[in-house]
């Protein structure tokens, strides 16, 4: 059950130009697995056309360096403890999702 647990939960990954997504989850009653409980719709023209802006918001995003950072490597010291999600990640608010600026033509 691993392998569609994971399906389900990087298919409902919020896209781009999304700031938050939220889903129903269905969870084992021993808390052992959980599942997102959602199929995202969207029909193929629109949903070609948001990654189209993205591609080309991100391509003007990464030239200018706003949110792109180098990465550095090696990503993870030999030393360095490993990150606890409580700490880092649950306290953090999301990113602004992505959008185009576009002339008032």
Do not use: S
């Not at 599942?35 to 949903?47: L, S």
């Not at 706003?66 to 990640?89: A, I, Q, S, W």
């Amino acid at each position: 059950y691993i392998p569609h647990a994971v399906y389900k939960l990087i298919e409902n990954m919020p896209m781009p130009w999304e700031q938050v997504r939220n889903v129903n989850t269905i969870y084992h009653t021993t808390g052992a697995i959980t599942f997102c409980n959602a199929v995202p719709f969207c029909i193929e023209p629109v949903y070609m056309a948001q990654w189209g802006t993205m591609w080309i918001t991100m391509r003007r995003e990464k030239r200018d360096r706003r949110h792109f950072k180098r990465m550095r490597f090696p990503p993870f010291d030999d030393e360095e403890p490993p990150l606890d999600y409580g700490d880092n990640v649950l306290d953090v608010e999301p990113l602004e999702a992505i959008q185009m600026q576009l002339d008032e033509q």
